[in-house]
């Protein structure tokens, strides 16, 4: 190098540079990544069914095609040879110039085409909005829990994993919009939390979907690739069939890529760190310093090198200039970020920007060798490509590694491109850092080992040391190290739920994964509500692709997501979830759901869903009304007992429930037997305004309804005897609350007789013409309530008789007895009979005594004693003791009257 080509800023100038950009940097503020999108795997995946297994044989026939680039092999930031794969948002940087690197790879936050879209209007009224609600995170990101039943709706029986892609795009849409939420309600507000999850969630949904898509291709293959290995073949082709064949090795660099592509999207803002070093001169600095020594002569105030060479401050144990000294340790640590986000040919060009092209040249030589004019026909020379030294280089690259003197993350690049574990792991501040470090040296050591076997190793690599070319890492090895790390920070986050499920998910590990999920759901505090939404997706996903799973689990997370959204009222996702439980129970979890819903106008829609999303309406509404109507355990009592009759909320619940049968007519059977049931508890109870309310329920065409359905599927039989049977229960109800009625009013009309006025004690013709008005208006007024009374005691009587004759068998009695067996619904229309027979015919024997018909009355009792209707049966003892001391008053009112003691004349 000619010192003397040009003269460079002084020292103080080039610090005055530093000191500004340092302020800049200061001021600047966070923006959203332009590159926070997820890797968009190969369009063509296996179709996604509904159905719990999902044949392999359905996978068959959308296998991802592979695509082979043995130039990412090993890669920093390389993807595996099985799949080719792009990262949202992420640009080439095969295609630029030096010129325009800085412009091109990172945009501007403010002037980048994807951050404008953050600051349009919208976004802006949309944050401003939600920073008025108590928790804005919460309700900005509420709105993804009815877009991932979309997406899982819309995907059912197309491709799982462009379900998967969506939902990421839907989580990193989510991401962005809270985003700006955060930068003006803080990075410490309960939004950056949700964000925080939200990012999570979508890294986890990355993972799988890239684990999974290589698993089930694998799962599909019917012939492994058993390809060997000839003497004359490259690095590139042994490491291309060893990615080819083993899976632990293809996944385990796909983990690389997904920790990269991580990384990848929190790096959006480096492109104001490139005006640190947007020269062409190394050290400049320093170089100014010699120059100035060389011109006067004198020796330097400070030591420093007095060569420029890369090794120069390594060799002689000299520093270089503090400006430049701060200066490489910032470019080293943001090559080495680069490095970590798998963009090493972006490191290699900010390398040669800075005017370190030989510290780029260091980065170059992991690319395996391969000669491809070896074993082609063709009389063209084809490119050589990869480095044939890899060995030294790679040796070297250790040994740098080891150096105490570099900077750490000088050391820490060479230990990623040599797999030296201890001074990568000397930088990795977080999980993500460790699981990556670890993982790129496992691959780092199999790929060296497979080598080694395929004897395309070379000899420099058993100057490795023995513990590099002995380890045995394992994917669970890798975890193990993980938990017995001396960061706290990552300890704490080891135990992250996301970062559990990234881990099982890894190990591919469902089992270890499900009993982590239950602890978690039996755990006394709540997870969130967006962890609990990706548990139940993330298992539905596993279900569709015919994994074997843990029915428990994931019955305990359906149920438990499902009551989230009926806290939140998140009435129209019910159904779909709930239908994706075993029948059974899916009937018993939307019936309790529909216990809730008290709104008269929300009750159709519940239904609508439920037959939409495949449930069993009518086994649900019955099991909602049986349920309300079997909560009291309050014992049919007797009539001689004190009641409470007062309708109580709880009566109304079982009154307003039975709509649930209404709103399909082909329910009207069901509907008639429950309604039947609960009045058969009210007549017991004596609630007969209760009993009524019920009873105007139900349509009054109820009765030809289900005959009408009958007649429609089977014109030559009856209908079953069930439904007759609540048929005619449900005239038997009829007859005794019409009789009941009768018998309220016919009272209500005897305690309202006129009152007979009293006649004046003075003796005036004024007086007494008044009096005999009175006395015409009274007697008037009590021949029409006389008239009406005995219209009403006929009436009540008719009633009465109605019920106490009924036809066919009897009150309450079933005309067919060929119906299935209800022992409970047998034993309470006999105990109906015994309570409310005997209870009409003592109304009726009230009516008739004060009616003055004690003729009528004792004629009740030839009813009541014949065998023809057996009536004598339901009445207890005492019952028929007090009955007949009822009869002897009208025997002894007859006999008053001169008439025999049953009402006949007396014979002289």
């Known amino acids: 190098m000619d010192w003397g080509q040009s003269e460079l800023p002084s020292p103080v100038v080039r610090d005055d540079e530093v000191t500004i950009a340092a302020r800049r940097r200061r001021k600047k503020v966070a923006f959203p990544s332009p590159g926070g999108g997820s890797p968009i795997m190969s369009t063509v995946t296996p179709a996604r069914s509904m159905l719990r297994n999902t044949p392999a044989s359905l996978y068959r026939q959308a296998v991802t095609p592979r695509v082979l680039d043995v130039s990412s092999i090993l890669a920093p930031g390389g993807r595996t040879p099985r799949y080719t794969q792009s990262v949202k948002g992420g640009l080439s940087s095969m295609n630029m110039d030096d010129s325009d690197w800085t412009n091109t790879m990172y945009t501007s936050p403010v002037s980048g085409p994807e951050n404008s879209s953050f600051f349009t209007e919208d976004i802006a009224n949309m944050s401003s909005a939600l920073l008025k609600e108590d928790d804005p995170g919460e309700a900005a990101a ?53 964000r925080w999850l939200l ?22 293959e019917d012939d492994m690739l058993t390809d060997t290995v000839i003497p004359n073949e490259s690095e590139k082709v042994v490491v291309e069939q060893l990615f080819q064949r083993d899976a632990i090795i293809r996944q385990s660099q796909l983990v690389v890529d997904w920790l990269e592509s991580i990384a990848k999207d929190q790096i959006g803002n480096f492109s104001d760190n490139i005006e640190f070093y947007a020269k062409n001169v190394c050290w400049e600095n320093t170089l100014h310093a010699l120059k100035l020594r060389r011109k006067s002569g004198a020796g330097l105030t400070v030591p420093l090198v007095t060569e420029l060479d890369p090794d120069a401050p390594l060799r002689q144990q000299r520093p270089l200039a503090d400006l430049d000294r701060e200066d490489d340790a910032r470019l080293l640590k943001n090559l080495f970020n680069l490095i970590r986000a798998g963009m090493t040919d972006e490191a290699q060009r900010l390398c040669k920007r800075c005017g370190q092209a030989w510290r780029a040249a260091t980065l170059e030589g992991w690319k395996l060798y391969h000669d491809p004019n070896m074993n082609s026909v063709s009389k063209e020379l084809l490119p050589v490509e990869g480095n044939p030294q890899r060995g030294i280089w790679k040796a070297c690259c250790w040994r740098m590694a080891e150096e105490e003197q570099l900077n750490r993350y000088e050391r820490a690049i060479y230990a990623s491109l040599s797999g030296n574990l201890k001074p990568l792991l000397a930088v990795c501040e977080t999980w993500e850092d460790c699981v990556w470090a670890h993982f790129r040296v496992m691959v780092d050591s199999l790929v060296e080992k497979d080598l080694m076997s395929s004897g395309m190793a070379h000899q420099e690599v058993e100057t490795l040391p023995r513990e590099y070319l002995e380890a045995n890492w394992t994917m669970d090895k890798v975890f193990e190290e993980l938990q017995a790390s001396e960061s706290k920070r990552v300890l704490d986050e080891t135990k992250e739920h996301y970062h559990v499920i990234q881990k099982f998910v890894i190990l591919g590990d469902l089992d270890g994964l499900q009993d982590e999920i239950s602890d978690w759901l039996t755990a006394s505090k709540p997870l969130p509500s967006h962890l609990l939404r990706f548990m139940a997706h993330l298992l539905l996903f596993f279900r569709s692709l015919g994994l074997a799973l843990k029915e428990e689990v994931c019955v305990d ?3 438990a997501y499902v009551s989230l959204l009926i806290r939140d009222q998140q009435i129209d996702l019910v159904a779909n979830y709930v239908s ?62 004190t009641l409470e009759t007062a309708t109580t909320k709880d009566d109304l619940k079982k009154i307003d429930v039975i709509d649930w049968l209404l709103f399909e007519p082909a329910h009207r059977a069901e509907a008639l037997k429950q309604s039947n049931a609960i009045m058969r508890k009210f007549l017991a109870l004596q609630k007969h305004n209760a009993a009524k309310e019920v009873f105007s329920k139900v349509p009054e065409d109820s009765m030809k309804e289900i005959y009408c359905q009958w007649s429609g599927v089977d014109q030559t039989t009856p209908p079953p005897a069930e439904d007759e049977n609540a048929i005619r229960e449900h005239l038997c109800i009829r007859a005794y609350l019409e009789a009941h009625e009768a018998f309220t009013e016919w009272f209500s009309h005897s305690s309202s007789a006129p009152q007979k006025p009293v006649p004046a004690s003075e003796a005036k013709f004024t007086e007494r013409v008044a009096n005999e008005m009175r006395e015409k208006e009274y007697q008037t007024s009590l021949s029409a309530w006389s008239c009406r009374l005995d219209a009403l005691t006929e009436d009540v009587k008719e009633r009465i008789y109605n019920v106490l004759l009924f036809v066919d068998g009897g009150w309450m009695v079933d005309n067919r007895q060929d119906s299935e067996q209800d022992s409970e619904r047998s034993h309470q229309m006999a105990a109906l009979r015994s309570l409310c027979l005997p209870r009409l015919s003592f109304l009726l024997l009230s009516v008739l005594q004060n009616s003055s018909r004690h003729q009528e009355a004792l004629r009740l009792a030839d009813i009541i004693s014949t065998d023809q209707h057996c009536l004598y049966k339901v009445f207890s003892k005492e019952e028929l003791r007090r009955f007949l001391q009822k009869l002897r008053e009208s025997s002894l009112a007859l006999l008053d009257r001169g008439l025999d003691p049953l009402g006949y004349e007396l014979q002289p």
Request: aromatic share 8%; proline share 3%.
């Open 557 to 559: 997370v359906l149920k």
């Open 580 to 641: 994706q439980l075993p029948s059974e129970l899916a009937t018993a979890q939307y019936a309790a759901f529909l216990e809730t819903v008290t709104q008269p106008e929300l009750r159709p829609r519940c239904l609508e869903l439920a037959t939409n999303a495949g449930l069993d309406v009518a086994a649900i509404t019955k099991l909602v009304v049986e349920t309300v109507r079997e909560r009291d355990e309050t014992e049919f009592a007797h009539h001689n007992q």
């Open 142 to 194: 509420a709105s993804l829990f009815p877009e991932f039943l979309g997406s899982f709706l819309k995907h059912s029986s197309t491709a799982v994993f462009e379900l998967l892609e969506d939902y990421q795009n839907l989580c990193q849409d989510k991401v962005d919009m809270l985003q700006s939420v955060v930068l003006r309600a803080g990075q410490n507000s309960k939004t950056a939390g949700v």
């Open 199 to 220: 990012q999570q969630e979508n890294c986890t949904w990355r993972l799988i979907t890239s684990l999974y898509r290589d698993r089930v291709q694998l799962a599909m």
